[in-house]
């Protein structure tokens, strides 16, 4: 896959003859080689070069990926911005720790005089540990419902459980009843495994939901994952305990075996539409090890800067973002294609990202503008993970960020959603900006995708900082365009530029951008949420009075 490795780690490309480099998925067709004026050319040139066969689908780790850094990093030079990574330069080192299951596990269930070892890979699959190469623990496990404590409604599945030194087993995700965004948010089970380890549990399993409603199937527990690395080498953990496996439906009915609600009762009651799980103390001890293997990697994000000419508003910081990294390449789709090009999945959103920091050359804004090309977002938000708790170069205040992520520009847009807008005062401007470009803001079209915790600024979220997340809207073609790209393109080696993408919407849309930019950046007063939001309050963030 690493067909660029003369790239040097340092950070400079060597030079790679020509003859060496294939690029035959660039060869326009007569279709779309039309000329454009120089605006959308601008634009599309970007998308050409990074979503091209040479980037093999940009993998955070690969050579490939640091070349589009490099790319990135000269654009944002050729913009006016200033270095704001590492060392007096764009990139932003991020340390990355891959991490998977080495094979060995044992579980045994111990209730009395009685034992009985389960079956890795039918009763249960072994989940890796980003921090530790083996985890061994023994222990009373309590079966909590969901897990879930938090979110508006006071939801508290761990209520007269005693929980100290003893092993939690949970549902996946969260009751329907809850908020969508908030109930992604809680579902998640490094969320769950902190609220867990506050009231004195040890370790986590999660048991695969009756009827598959789980987000992943039971086999792909195991694949390899990744984090970044923290300064002793080993990968950050987001739990402060372990999560050690899946229990399929076979296996947690062996769990519940001889419990005062057995498993097939509970899998009856998963069928309702407001289902309830009475939380209880299983039977017996469960004794679990698992080991995990580790590989070190490296990758970077972009940072570019452009410093606030006012002497107080300059300290502050509005960061825009999007991500570099897509997925790479994978097993052949059905013409042959091995590469996932991420042309809208984010190249678009990047070159938007630098198209919008040469607007600002006609005129400083008074905060400071980062403008950031995040790395492995795609791996679970990892580069603006690291970005949000690792400063670099002179960060100042961040007051907000407006981040960038798949805009499906393959329509003309007569309305934009903003993931996020409604939490805070960023909404007005927002709307704002809308109206300028002759548009509406338009609601959530897919609240129960809960877009708003799934991509970059939700790091800034966890941070306390107002973010909003960008997309073209539902409203005439939209809602159709969505659904397509969606089903036919997402993640998949034809989300390339054969794809209708419509350069002057891609105009458009940054013009949007910039104007929202703008504002915040040269307004009087910082943006904050509003009163009594959740999360607002639940990383205490500035609150509207």
């Known amino acids: 896959m690493r067909v660029f490795s003369l790239l040097a780690r340092a950070g400079l490309i060597a030079f790679v003859p020509l003859s060496t480099v294939t690029i035959a998925q660039d060869a326009p067709t007569a279709a779309n080689d039309a000329p454009l004026p120089p605006d959308q050319a601008a634009i599309k040139a970007h998308v050409m070069f990074l979503a091209s066969d040479a980037m093999k689908g940009r993998e955070a780790g690969s050579g490939e990926y640091d070349i589009a850094a490099q790319y990135v990093a000269a654009r944002f030079y050729a913009a006016g911005l200033r270095p704001g990574g590492d060392d007096g330069g764009y990139l932003q080192a991020v340390p990355l720790v891959s991490y998977r299951t080495t094979g060995k596990s ?30 061994s623990l023994e222990a009373p ?9 938090g979110g508006s409604n006071g ?20 009751p329907r009843m809850l908020n969508a965004e908030e109930r992604a948010y809680l579902g998640d089970i490094d969320v769950k495994a902190a609220a867990a380890a ?58 519940f075996a001889g419990a005062r609600m057995n498993w097939a009762a509970l899998a009856r009651e998963a069928t309702k539409k407001i289902p309830h799980y009475a939380p209880q103390s299983l039977p017996g001890t469960l004794a679990i090890e698992t080991a995990s293997a580790f590989d070190k990697a490296q990758s970077s994000n972009v940072v570019g800067v452009l410093p606030g000419t006012d002497p107080v508003l300059g300290k502050e910081v509005v960061v825009l973002s999007a991500h570099l990294d897509h997925i790479g390449v994978t097993a052949p789709d059905a013409n042959g294609d091995t590469i996932n090009n991420g042309a809208l999945d984010d190249a678009i959103g990047i070159a938007s990202l630098i198209e919008e920091a040469k607007r600002f050359r006609e005129r400083a804004p008074r905060r400071t503008i980062m403008f950031v090309a995040f790395t492995a977002e795609e791996k679970g938000l990892i580069g603006s993970a690291w970005f949000t708790t690792h400063p670099a170069g002179a960060r100042g205040d961040i007051v907000a960020n407006v981040n960038l992520d798949m805009s499906i520009l393959t329509y003309r847009f007569e309305d ?37 915790v799934r991509s970059d600024h939700f790091n800034f979220v966890r941070r306390g900082i107002p973010a909003a997340f960008l997309w073209p809207g539902p409203k005439g073609p939209g809602k159709d365009a969505t659904a397509t790209f969606m089903s036919r393109h997402y993640h998949k080696p034809s989300d390339d530029l ?13 013009d949007a951008n910039y104007r929202i930019a703008r504002e915040i950046a040269d307004a009087d007063a910082r943006p904050v949420w509003n009163r009594g939001d959740y999360f607002g309050t639940l990383f205490k963030g500035p609150m509207a009075s």
């Open 155 to 174: 939801r508290n599945d761990f209520a007269g459980l005693d929980l100290k030194g003893k092993i939690v087993a949970v549902l996946p995700g969260a």
């Open 498 to 510: 054969a794809l209708p993408i419509m350069w002057d919407q891609a105009v458009r849309f940054v």
């Open 416 to 452: 934009l959603v903003a993931f996020g807008g409604d939490r805070s005062t960023l909404g007005p401007v927002i709307a704002r900006a809308a109206a300028a470009i002759g548009v509406t803001v338009s609601p959530d079209p897919m609240p129960d995708d809960a877009i708003f």
């Open 106 to 135: 044992r579980v045994v269930r111990a209730v009395g005089d009685k034992r009985e070892t389960l079956v890795a890979g039918t009763d249960y699959a072994a989940l890796p540990d980003p921090a530790r190469a083996a985890v």
């Open 141 to 149: 496990v309590v079966f909590a419902g969901y897990g879930v404590a």
């Open 198 to 255: 506050a009231r004195g549990a040890v370790g986590v399993i999660q048991l695969k939901m009756p009827g598959g409603a789980a987000r992943q199937t039971f086999d792909s527990t195991a694949k390899p994952r990744m984090v970044y690395a923290e300064a002793d080498g080993a990968g950050h953990q987001s739990s402060p305990i372990p999560i050690v496996a899946t229990f399929s439906e076979a296996g947690a009915a062996k769990l």
